[in-house]
């Protein structure tokens, strides 16, 4: 184990990461999540309207966005999900890992070929997709959460078929198929091409430059790059399935569909005029209450 000092200088690092990652990771959350269509309606020429939300085009513009509207505290929502997670995982490595691997941040997954690391990467994705639904969905909520009250939060993220039964995260549609194609697409093609064009990172230690192939070298930064063409659709379909709610009602939020006298008011940063992104699940609503007022009239 570590001593006294060398655990407060862990814990002061992991402190200042959070405090510079946190609010990065959620204005990309958030610019990934958001969701802005056509108008449904034509103007007076005959024109479909303009965009029905906020027009954000730039990550920049995202996280200004974000501190004009929410201030400090909405830059570092979904702050404490983010923060056991990772208390959690240093723990774990303090406790099975030995001091020298500690000190020099030397840590790899197991070497079990390309069918193990797949399982391996697999396992630690499912055991880890609920604290994603539930930060993902801590980050882009209109709501004010608390920080020391998880049983009040979660009653917001979370539909009340979610809490009954919590391997419905599990069952989110696509969910699983977008996360296991990123990790299909890493560790079956990234990795097998490193393996046949760099073999000598596979190695122990640092390769010597004379040992690296230049040409092999090249392709595969080109191949890495190539990839983001395909890395990044999945993670915008994995956030946007993660915040998209199980059994809930249409035009509805979790703690409006509790049973009578078991529902808590939940104050809002921006308000119901003025949200920071446009979500499918908003789009879905406004659409099917168009499509009601429609049939009715």
Same mark, same amino acid.
């Given at each position: ?19 510079? =990652? ?12 958001? !969701?802005?269509? +056509? ?14 939300? *906020?027009?954000?085009?730039?990550? &920049? ?6 501190? +004009? ?7 570092? +929502? ?7 997670? %990772?208390? $959690? ?30 399982? !391996?990467?697999?396992?630690?994705? /499912? ?11 801590? $980050? %882009?909520?209109?709501?004010? /959460?608390? !920080? ?10 979370? %539909? *009340? %078929? ?23 697409? &890493? &560790? ?15 190695? *122990? ?25 395909? =890395? ?36 809002? !940063? ?28």
């Amino acid at each position: 184990m570590l001593g006294f000092l060398d655990t407060l200088a862990l814990l002061g690092s992991l402190a200042i990461s959070l405090a510079i =990652l946190v609010p990065l990771t959620g204005a990309l959350v958030r610019f990934r999540a958001h !969701y802005n269509p +056509k108008g449904l309606q034509l103007d007076a020429e005959g024109d479909v309207q303009p965009h029905t939300g *906020p027009v954000i085009t730039s990550y &920049v513009a995202m996280l200004k966005r974000v501190y +004009k509207i929410e201030g400090w505290p909405g830059l570092y +929502k979904g702050l404490m999900p983010s923060a056991i997670s %990772t208390l $959690i995982v240093t723990i774990f490595l303090m406790i099975f890992l030995s001091d020298s691997n500690l000190r020099h941040g030397k840590y790899s997954t197991p070497s079990t070929g390309i069918v193990g690391m797949l399982l !391996y990467s697999v396992f630690a994705m /499912l055991i880890s997709l609920p604290q994603t639904i539930i930060t993902d969905r801590a $980050i %882009t909520t209109p709501h004010k /959460l608390p !920080y020391f009250d998880p049983i009040y939060s979660l009653r917001l993220l979370l %539909t *009340p %078929t979610e809490r009954r039964h919590p391997w419905i995260l599990y069952l989110t549609p696509g969910l699983l198929a977008s996360q296991v194609s990123h990790i299909a697409y &890493v &560790v079956l093609g990234l990795r097998t091409v490193r393996q046949l064009l760099l073999p000598e990172l596979a190695n *122990p230690g640092v390769p010597r430059k004379e040992d690296i192939s230049i040409v092999g070298f090249l392709t595969f930064f080109v191949l890495a790059l190539v990839s983001t063409a395909v =890395l990044t659709p999945l993670e915008v379909i994995a956030i946007r399935l993660a915040i998209q709610r199980n059994h809930a009602v249409a035009g509805f939020n979790s703690v409006s569909q509790e049973e009578e006298g078991d529902a808590e008011e939940a104050a809002e !940063y921006a308000g119901v005029d003025e949200d920071v992104i446009g979500s499918v699940t908003v789009f879905n609503r406004l659409l099917s209450q168009g499509l009601n007022i429609a049939y009715s009239a």
